[in-house]
Nanobody, 124 residues
Framework: AQLVESGGGLVQAGGSLRLSCLAS????????MGWFRQAPGRDRDIVAT????????YYADSVKGRFTISRDNAKNTVYLQMNSLKPEDTAVYYC??????????????????WGQGTQVTVSS
């Protein structure tokens, strides 16, 4: 299995970015997908998740109302639309995949596969 993120970059505060994560080697439609981020010196934290069953979503409090996770099973891709970006959103963003399950999985330990990460830098 392979997950490849793209779409990171440098943006000014208040701007937007859309991250994409293309999955291969898995039955994407049967996988719970998540986005995590890790800032320097900090733990890897959940950003958002989307269930494989009904595509319902979960967001960390810090991004609610600003970020949107979505998936396109026909393209084996999960997206993270990030609006109203803040300097504190600066981090390496990772997508992750978990086979099946019925809940919202917010711990990195619950996921089977990870991408290599994409850097997002928000300048003030």
């Amino acid at each position: 299995a392979q997950l490849v993120e793209s779409g990171g970059g440098l943006v000014q505060a208040g701007g937007s970015l859309r991250l994409s994560c293309l999955a291969s080697g898995i039955t994407f439609s049967s996988y719970h997908m998540g986005w995590f981020r890790q800032a320097p010196g900090r733990d890897r934290d959940i950003v958002a998740t989307i269930r494989w069953t009904d595509h319902s979503t979960y967001y960390a409090d810090s991004v609610k109302g600003r970020f949107t996770i979505s998936r396109d099973n026909a393209k084996n891709t999960v997206y993270l639309q990030m609006n109203s970006l803040k300097p504190e959103d600066t981090a390496v963003y990772y997508c992750a995949a978990r086979s099946g399950g019925e809940y919202f999985y917010t711990s990195g330990r619950s996921y089977d596969y990870w991408g290599q990460g994409t850097q997002v830098t928000v300048s003030s």
